[in-house]
């Protein structure tokens, strides 16, 4: 079992930075892969950015690709997601999520493990 907890949320404005964390309990094995998700009101919740917890293979959607970057601390359990040039678009709850087989998917439903959410709110 694996629990994770995210942290870093906030408000900021439009064109500025934040750094959220997701801090994994419980065995990680090399094969999973941990990912940003994000869901703003009334929408679904959408793939934001992965990283494999073995290597340093990463993706990103293409709405952040270029502003968001996902990287990981190994001796730590925890993953980030920094966030630079942010838009109000980007307003919603970011949630961690685990894939425990790696399947370098991207569907919400691909991901075993999810955390409770950090809000951020961009303002115009």
């Known amino acids: 079992q694996v629990h994770l907890t995210e942290s870093g949320g906030g408000w900021v404005q439009a064109g500025g930075s934040l750094r959220l964390s997701c801090a994994a309990s419980g065995r990680i094995f090399s094969n999973y892969e941990m990912a940003w998700f994000r869901q703003a009101p009334g929408k679904e919740r959408d793939f934001v950015a992965a990283s494999s917890w073995s290597d340093s293979s990463t993706r990103y959607a293409n709405s952040v690709k270029g502003r968001f970057t996902i990287s990981r601390d190994n001796d730590k359990n925890t993953v980030y997601l920094q966030m630079n040039s942010l838009k109000p678009e980007d307003t919603a709850v970011y949630y961690c999520?685990?894939?425990?087989w790696g399947r370098g998917r991207s569907s919400f439903y691909d991901f075993d493990y999810w955390g409770q959410g950090t809000r951020v709110t961009v303002s115009s």
């Open positions: 999520a685990a894939d425990r």
